[in-house]
């Protein structure tokens, strides 16, 4: 009996990503694409986050690749640097399996580990019974807020909703200088 295995994606798992991606694009409602992005772009994708030190996992079993999961900045601004948004994805074959529960605790420890102090969760159809919103729950994530009618895909109005869990003590005591956010951040942009 074989287990699925979390590692850091690798650039030669984009084809596969970019797949993966473009039936959750097609045919759900987590992403607002409308199209989904090429192999190109899936890989400037990954080249800025990976270049930027964020955390980015893939699921595997028997070397097929089964989900991936990203952390991401939350907004540009510098103050906003403790702050990440989550990202996971599972392949349709493999919905249903724990997959998306793994890649997001193994998100989460990256993302503890790197010293950011909030996850960030937008997402997009976000009602009750959605199954992002149900894993971002048992996960210990707690509601922040939603946009109601915020997006139009598949020829209905969608809500947005947010929900965030914190890290590190979260904002109750002061940042570490060492954290991964503050180093970046003394380091400033790079040319």
């Known amino acids: ?3 699925i295995s979390i590692r850091a994606a690798l650039e030669g798992d984009l084809d596969r990503i970019t797949e993966i991606y473009a039936d959750a694009v097609t045919h ?3 992403s607002y694409e409308l199209e989904p992005p090429g192999r190109a ?3 400037a994708r990954f080249d800025s986050l990976t270049g930027g030190g964020f955390p980015y996992l893939v699921a595997e079993k028997d070397g097929a690749l089964l989900g991936y999961a990203y952390a991401a900045a939350f907004r540009p601004r510098p103050a906003y640097r403790f702050i990440v948004e989550d990202s996971v994805y599972v392949a349709p074959d493999a919905k249903g399996q724990g997959v998306g529960l793994m890649l997001m605790q193994a998100l989460i420890e990256a993302c503890r580990v790197a010293g950011f102090r909030q996850i960030v969760a937008v997402i997009g159809d976000g009602h009750a019974d959605s199954a992002s919103v149900r894993l971002h729950e ?9 946009l109601e009618g915020s997006g139009y895909k598949h020829g209905r109005w969608l809500d947005t909703v947010f929900m965030q869990l914190s890290l590190n003590g979260g904002a109750t005591i002061p940042p570490d200088s060492n954290s991964l956010p503050e180093r970046k951040f003394r380091e400033g942009p790079r040319r």
């Not at 048992?138 to 939603?146: E, I, M, Q, T």
């Open 1 to 3: 009996m074989s287990t």
């Open 28 to 30: 759900g409602t987590a």
């Open 41 to 43: 772009e899936m890989g």
């Open 138 to 146: 048992k996960l210990g994530f707690r509601h922040s807020g939603r």
